[in-house]
């Protein structure tokens, strides 16, 4: 509606709208007249049948009887089994109706069909198990000459990952800077595989992502995505969709962690405040704030932050960073960020251009390297 607004094209939609409201309404038309021609002309012949029948029986009785020989049938015997055969064709009738209705609902069946026949793309493997649950491993994540290209990319084109190893040991906190596009986002995405390797291998615990139960590795890795997608529900809803069992005061822990209880408290319904379509009645910072919450409710091993506060101005951004700071502890955290400020503390920043590492190091040590880091923090700085 926004978009509708400020482009000012109410007129363009209402046409775009209209037209196809009539192209429905052809459509529906037609469904609705599909075979029924056929029905059409089956019972004009029906009804006109037995008038046929009167006739010519009719006709071949009253010249016999003119001149003067036995039919060998009354008119009585007629008229029963005309009856008779209007009995039978009407069910016939309604038979041929189903087979029709059938005709029409297959269109619809193969078309839902489609979906339920996909094949997942990411499925376990047979002898899948659970990632290693020892606390010298847990955690640890590792890149093994990783490139990857998205599937519907053409294959001589640059892999959006190229060639990037790193390891990350347990309790670890890491971060990716980089150019817009430079790959940092999917990076996030290779570790709880939500896409598949095209070659080299992404490690959890020491084992091949592939070699892991699914489910139970996405139980292992929270992430807070770049634009954070919230229900049509109320804000607990939300929240506990990390946890379903998680008791108000488990939300309101949470909550207040990621420093978005006091604006909960001030909304007229709290917690049960409807959010609306993707949370469009939540300020960016807020919505921010409120997937921080779910995240720390699922209380993961492993963290993915994609630019989780960069809808906050200064003040929250340094209050969520502390809670964040606290979230860290014990926990295997990958940032990524564009204002530095947030991962100056990091054990290692690694440097992304196009796919590529091109510079990792503490942020003193890349300072020192006078590079790319370096470039991008004075620019931020100057
Ligand atoms: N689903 C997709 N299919 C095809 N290409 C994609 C897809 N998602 C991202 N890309 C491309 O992959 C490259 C890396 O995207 P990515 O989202 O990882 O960048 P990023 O470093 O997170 O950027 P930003 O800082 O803007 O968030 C981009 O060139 C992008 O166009
Ligand atoms: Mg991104």
């Known amino acids: 509606m926004l978009l509708v607004k400020t482009y000012s094209r109410q007129r363009a939609e209402s046409e775009r709208y209209a037209d196809q ?9 037609r469904q609705a007249m599909s075979g029924q021609l056929f029905f059409g002309v089956v019972q004009v012949f029906m009804s006109a049948v037995p008038a046929i029948i009167y006739l010519v029986s009719g006709w071949l009785i009253a010249s016999a009887q003119g001149q003067g020989f036995d039919p060998g049938i009354t008119a009585g015997t007629i008229v029963a089994f005309t009856t ?45 198990k659970e990632p290693s649950s020892d606390p010298a491993v847990a955690g640890r994540i590792e890149f093994d000459r990783v490139r990857f290209r998205y ?25 990716f800077v980089g150019a817009s596009g430079s790959g940092k986002t999917t990076i996030g995405m290779l570790l709880p595989r939500l896409y598949e390797v095209s070659s080299g291998a992404v490690r959890y615990g020491g084992d091949d992502v592939r070699d892991l139960k699914h489910e139970s590795l996405m139980e292992r890795i929270g992430v807070v ?13 939300n929240l506990r969709y990390a946890k ?15 420093n978005i209880h006091d604006t909960i408290a001030t909304f007229e319904h709290g917690y049960d405040t409807v959010v609306g379509e993707r949370g469009y009645r939540l300020s960016g910072g807020e919505k921010q704030r409120i997937a921080i919450a779910r995240v720390l409710l699922k209380n993961p091993r492993v963290l993915v932050l994609d630019e989780a506060t960069s809808a906050l101005d200064t003040l929250n951004e340094r209050v969520v960073q502390r809670a964040l700071d606290d979230a860290r502890s014990g926990r295997t955290t990958v940032a990524i ?29 890349l300072l020192e390297l006078e590079g790319a880091y370096a470039a991008l923090y004075s620019q931020q700085h100057s």
């Open 21 to 29: 409201n009539l192209n429905q309404i052809e459509l529906q038309v």
């Open 84 to 128: 008779v055969q209007a009995r039978l064709l009407f069910p016939m009738m309604a038979l041929m109706r189903v087979t029709l209705d059938l005709q029409t609902s297959r269109a619809l069946f193969s078309r839902i069909f489609e979906y339920i026949d996909l094949e997942p793309e990411i499925v376990d493997a047979p002898d899948a």
């Open 151 to 175: 599937p519907d990319v053409p294959d001589d084109t640059r892999p959006t990952i190229d060639d990037v190893s790193f390891t990350v040991e347990p309790g670890e906190f890491i971060a």
């Open 225 to 237: 995505t770049q634009e954070p997608y919230l229900f049509h529900a109320t804000i607990a809803e």
């Open 244 to 258: 379903p069992d998680a008791s108000d005061e488990e939300l309101e822990q949470a909550a207040r962690l990621a």
């Open 337 to 365: 960020a564009h204002r530095l400020s947030t991962i100056v503390d990091a054990d290692r920043i690694y440097v992304l251009d196009a796919g590529r590492i091109i510079e990792q190091g503490t942020h003193d040590a």
